[in-house]
């Protein structure tokens, strides 16, 4: 009994937490990728209003998040987590309804709340039904929202090759069905983790600021190919490649949260940092720079594999650093980074999609920068030293 307790249940946990986040992020926030090179063919949607539909998603996930930051109890809401899976999958179904831009315009913003608020319900589950496992199946949870890209990115290939885009907006809120319904039975945390902030001390404050911009630059240039590189590959690649990329996106984030967590256990985690973003600014340039389908999908391999791991790494460090109210601050710095990554880039999208993510690498790289200086500098009074692997949790990421 208790090993059905120490086992299936976590692991039950962490599945419901993985739809829950594939049906909000991998689905409803990332499906609208793979369709907007259909959008732009087949619903006569423009460059610019595509940039400024991507926006108002962001926008929405911001509200969401301040809204799960200035009232704590919605974080720990049943009710609201499925009422949001409601309106997210409603705000699909209704896309292919209409051609006007501001409907679409308040659909995408609406979905933006509701992913936001199930994002972070499934989170706080997720650490709170995992409290004491190993670090790795909570990181195979949040691979969910890689696994929502990869199955969103199946299915628009499919649709592509017997439907429209209508048909991809409806057949992906059917997919957010399926996903929702693994999820409904998903307990949120069921009272608030009080912790008190630590005083920052100086050295933990030069580390944080350094951390913080390099994470909003992330959130700049992450976005700018998460929004457009379907579309930018579409331009100079098959047809079949666009989609086929977005499938390897999703592939290559599933296990990158869990396999950046093995990795802390070998090397710092600012050292990683560092490295992510190296790679990631790479992949993000790679597709303007040469055409063809190899490196297009080795462009989506290396973006794939980095986006979501960067962001539980910057948590990570945040946390580590001590300072008063890290994951709230990095958050939000990263949702308006987000909202700003489409704006910056819709004067560039005119003769298409090379100059917008030359300019997205370029912004990454700035990131890496911010991340050379963190890890160069890092306070040593602070613990972020690579640990030692343990033999449960050697045993939780050997998936074979």
């Not at 423009?46 to 998603?57: E, I, P, Q, R």
């Not at 992330?218 to 977005?246: H, K, Q, R």
């Not at 704006?343 to 298409?352: A, E, M, N, W």
Request: net charge positive; aromatic share 8%.
């Amino acid at each position: 009994m208790t090993t059905v307790h120490n086992d299936v249940f976590p692991r039950a946990h962490a599945v419901q937490a993985a739809a829950a986040l594939a049906a909000s992020m991998g689905i409803g926030r990332f499906v609208y990728t793979p369709i907007l090179p259909l959008m732009h063919t087949q619903a006569g949607l423009s460059a610019s209003l595509g940039a400024t539909l991507a926006t108002a998603n962001y926008v929405g996930y911001l509200i969401g998040a301040l809204a799960g930051i200035l009232i704590p109890g919605v974080v720990r809401s049943a009710a609201v987590m499925r009422t949001s899976l409601v309106v997210l999958i409603a705000t699909l179904a209704l896309m292919p309804t209409t051609h006007d831009g501001s409907i679409w315009f308040a659909l995408r913003l609406v979905a933006g709340i509701a992913s936001a608020l199930v994002f972070m319900i499934a989170v706080s589950a997720l650490h709170a039904h995992l409290r004491g496992q190993s670090q790795f199946l909570a990181g195979w949870g949040f691979g969910g929202v890689g696994l929502g890209i990869a199955l969103s990115g199946v299915l628009v290939f499919v649709v592509r090759l017997v439907g429209t885009w209508s048909t991809a907006w409806l057949a992906s809120a059917a997919l957010a069905v399926v996903c929702a319904a693994v999820a409904w039975g998903l307990t949120p945390e069921p009272r608030p983790a009080i912790t008190p902030d630590a005083p920052g001390t100086p050295s933990s404050q030069r580390g944080f600021t350094a951390l913080f911009i390099s994470y909003f630059l992330e959130g700049i240039g992450y976005i700018i190919a998460g929004t457009f590189l379907v579309a930018a590959i579409d331009l100079a690649a098959p047809e079949w490649v666009g989609s086929g990329a977005w499938i390897v996106v999703g592939l290559a984030a599933f296990p990158s949260c869990a396999l950046w967590a093995w990795l802390s256990l070998r090397w710092s985690r600012p050292t990683l940092l560092l490295a992510a973003l190296l790679i990631q600014a790479v992949g993000i340039a790679l597709p303007a720079l040469i055409g063809g389908v190899g490196p297009a999908l080795i462009s989506a391999f290396l973006f794939g594999v980095t986006f979501l791991g960067i962001g539980s790494i910057v948590l990570a460090i945040g946390a580590h650093l001590q300072f008063p109210r890290a994951v709230a601050l990095l958050t939000a710095g990263y949702s308006v980074g987000q909202i700003l990554g489409p704006l910056v880039v819709t004067p560039l999208l005119r003769d298409g999609y090379r100059d917008a993510l030359l300019l997205g690498a370029a912004i990454v790289l700035a990131a890496a920068c911010a991340a050379a200086a963190l890890r160069f500098r890092f306070p040593h009074d602070v613990d972020a030293a690579p640990r030692k692997v343990t033999p449960n949790e050697e045993a939780v990421f050997d998936v074979r």
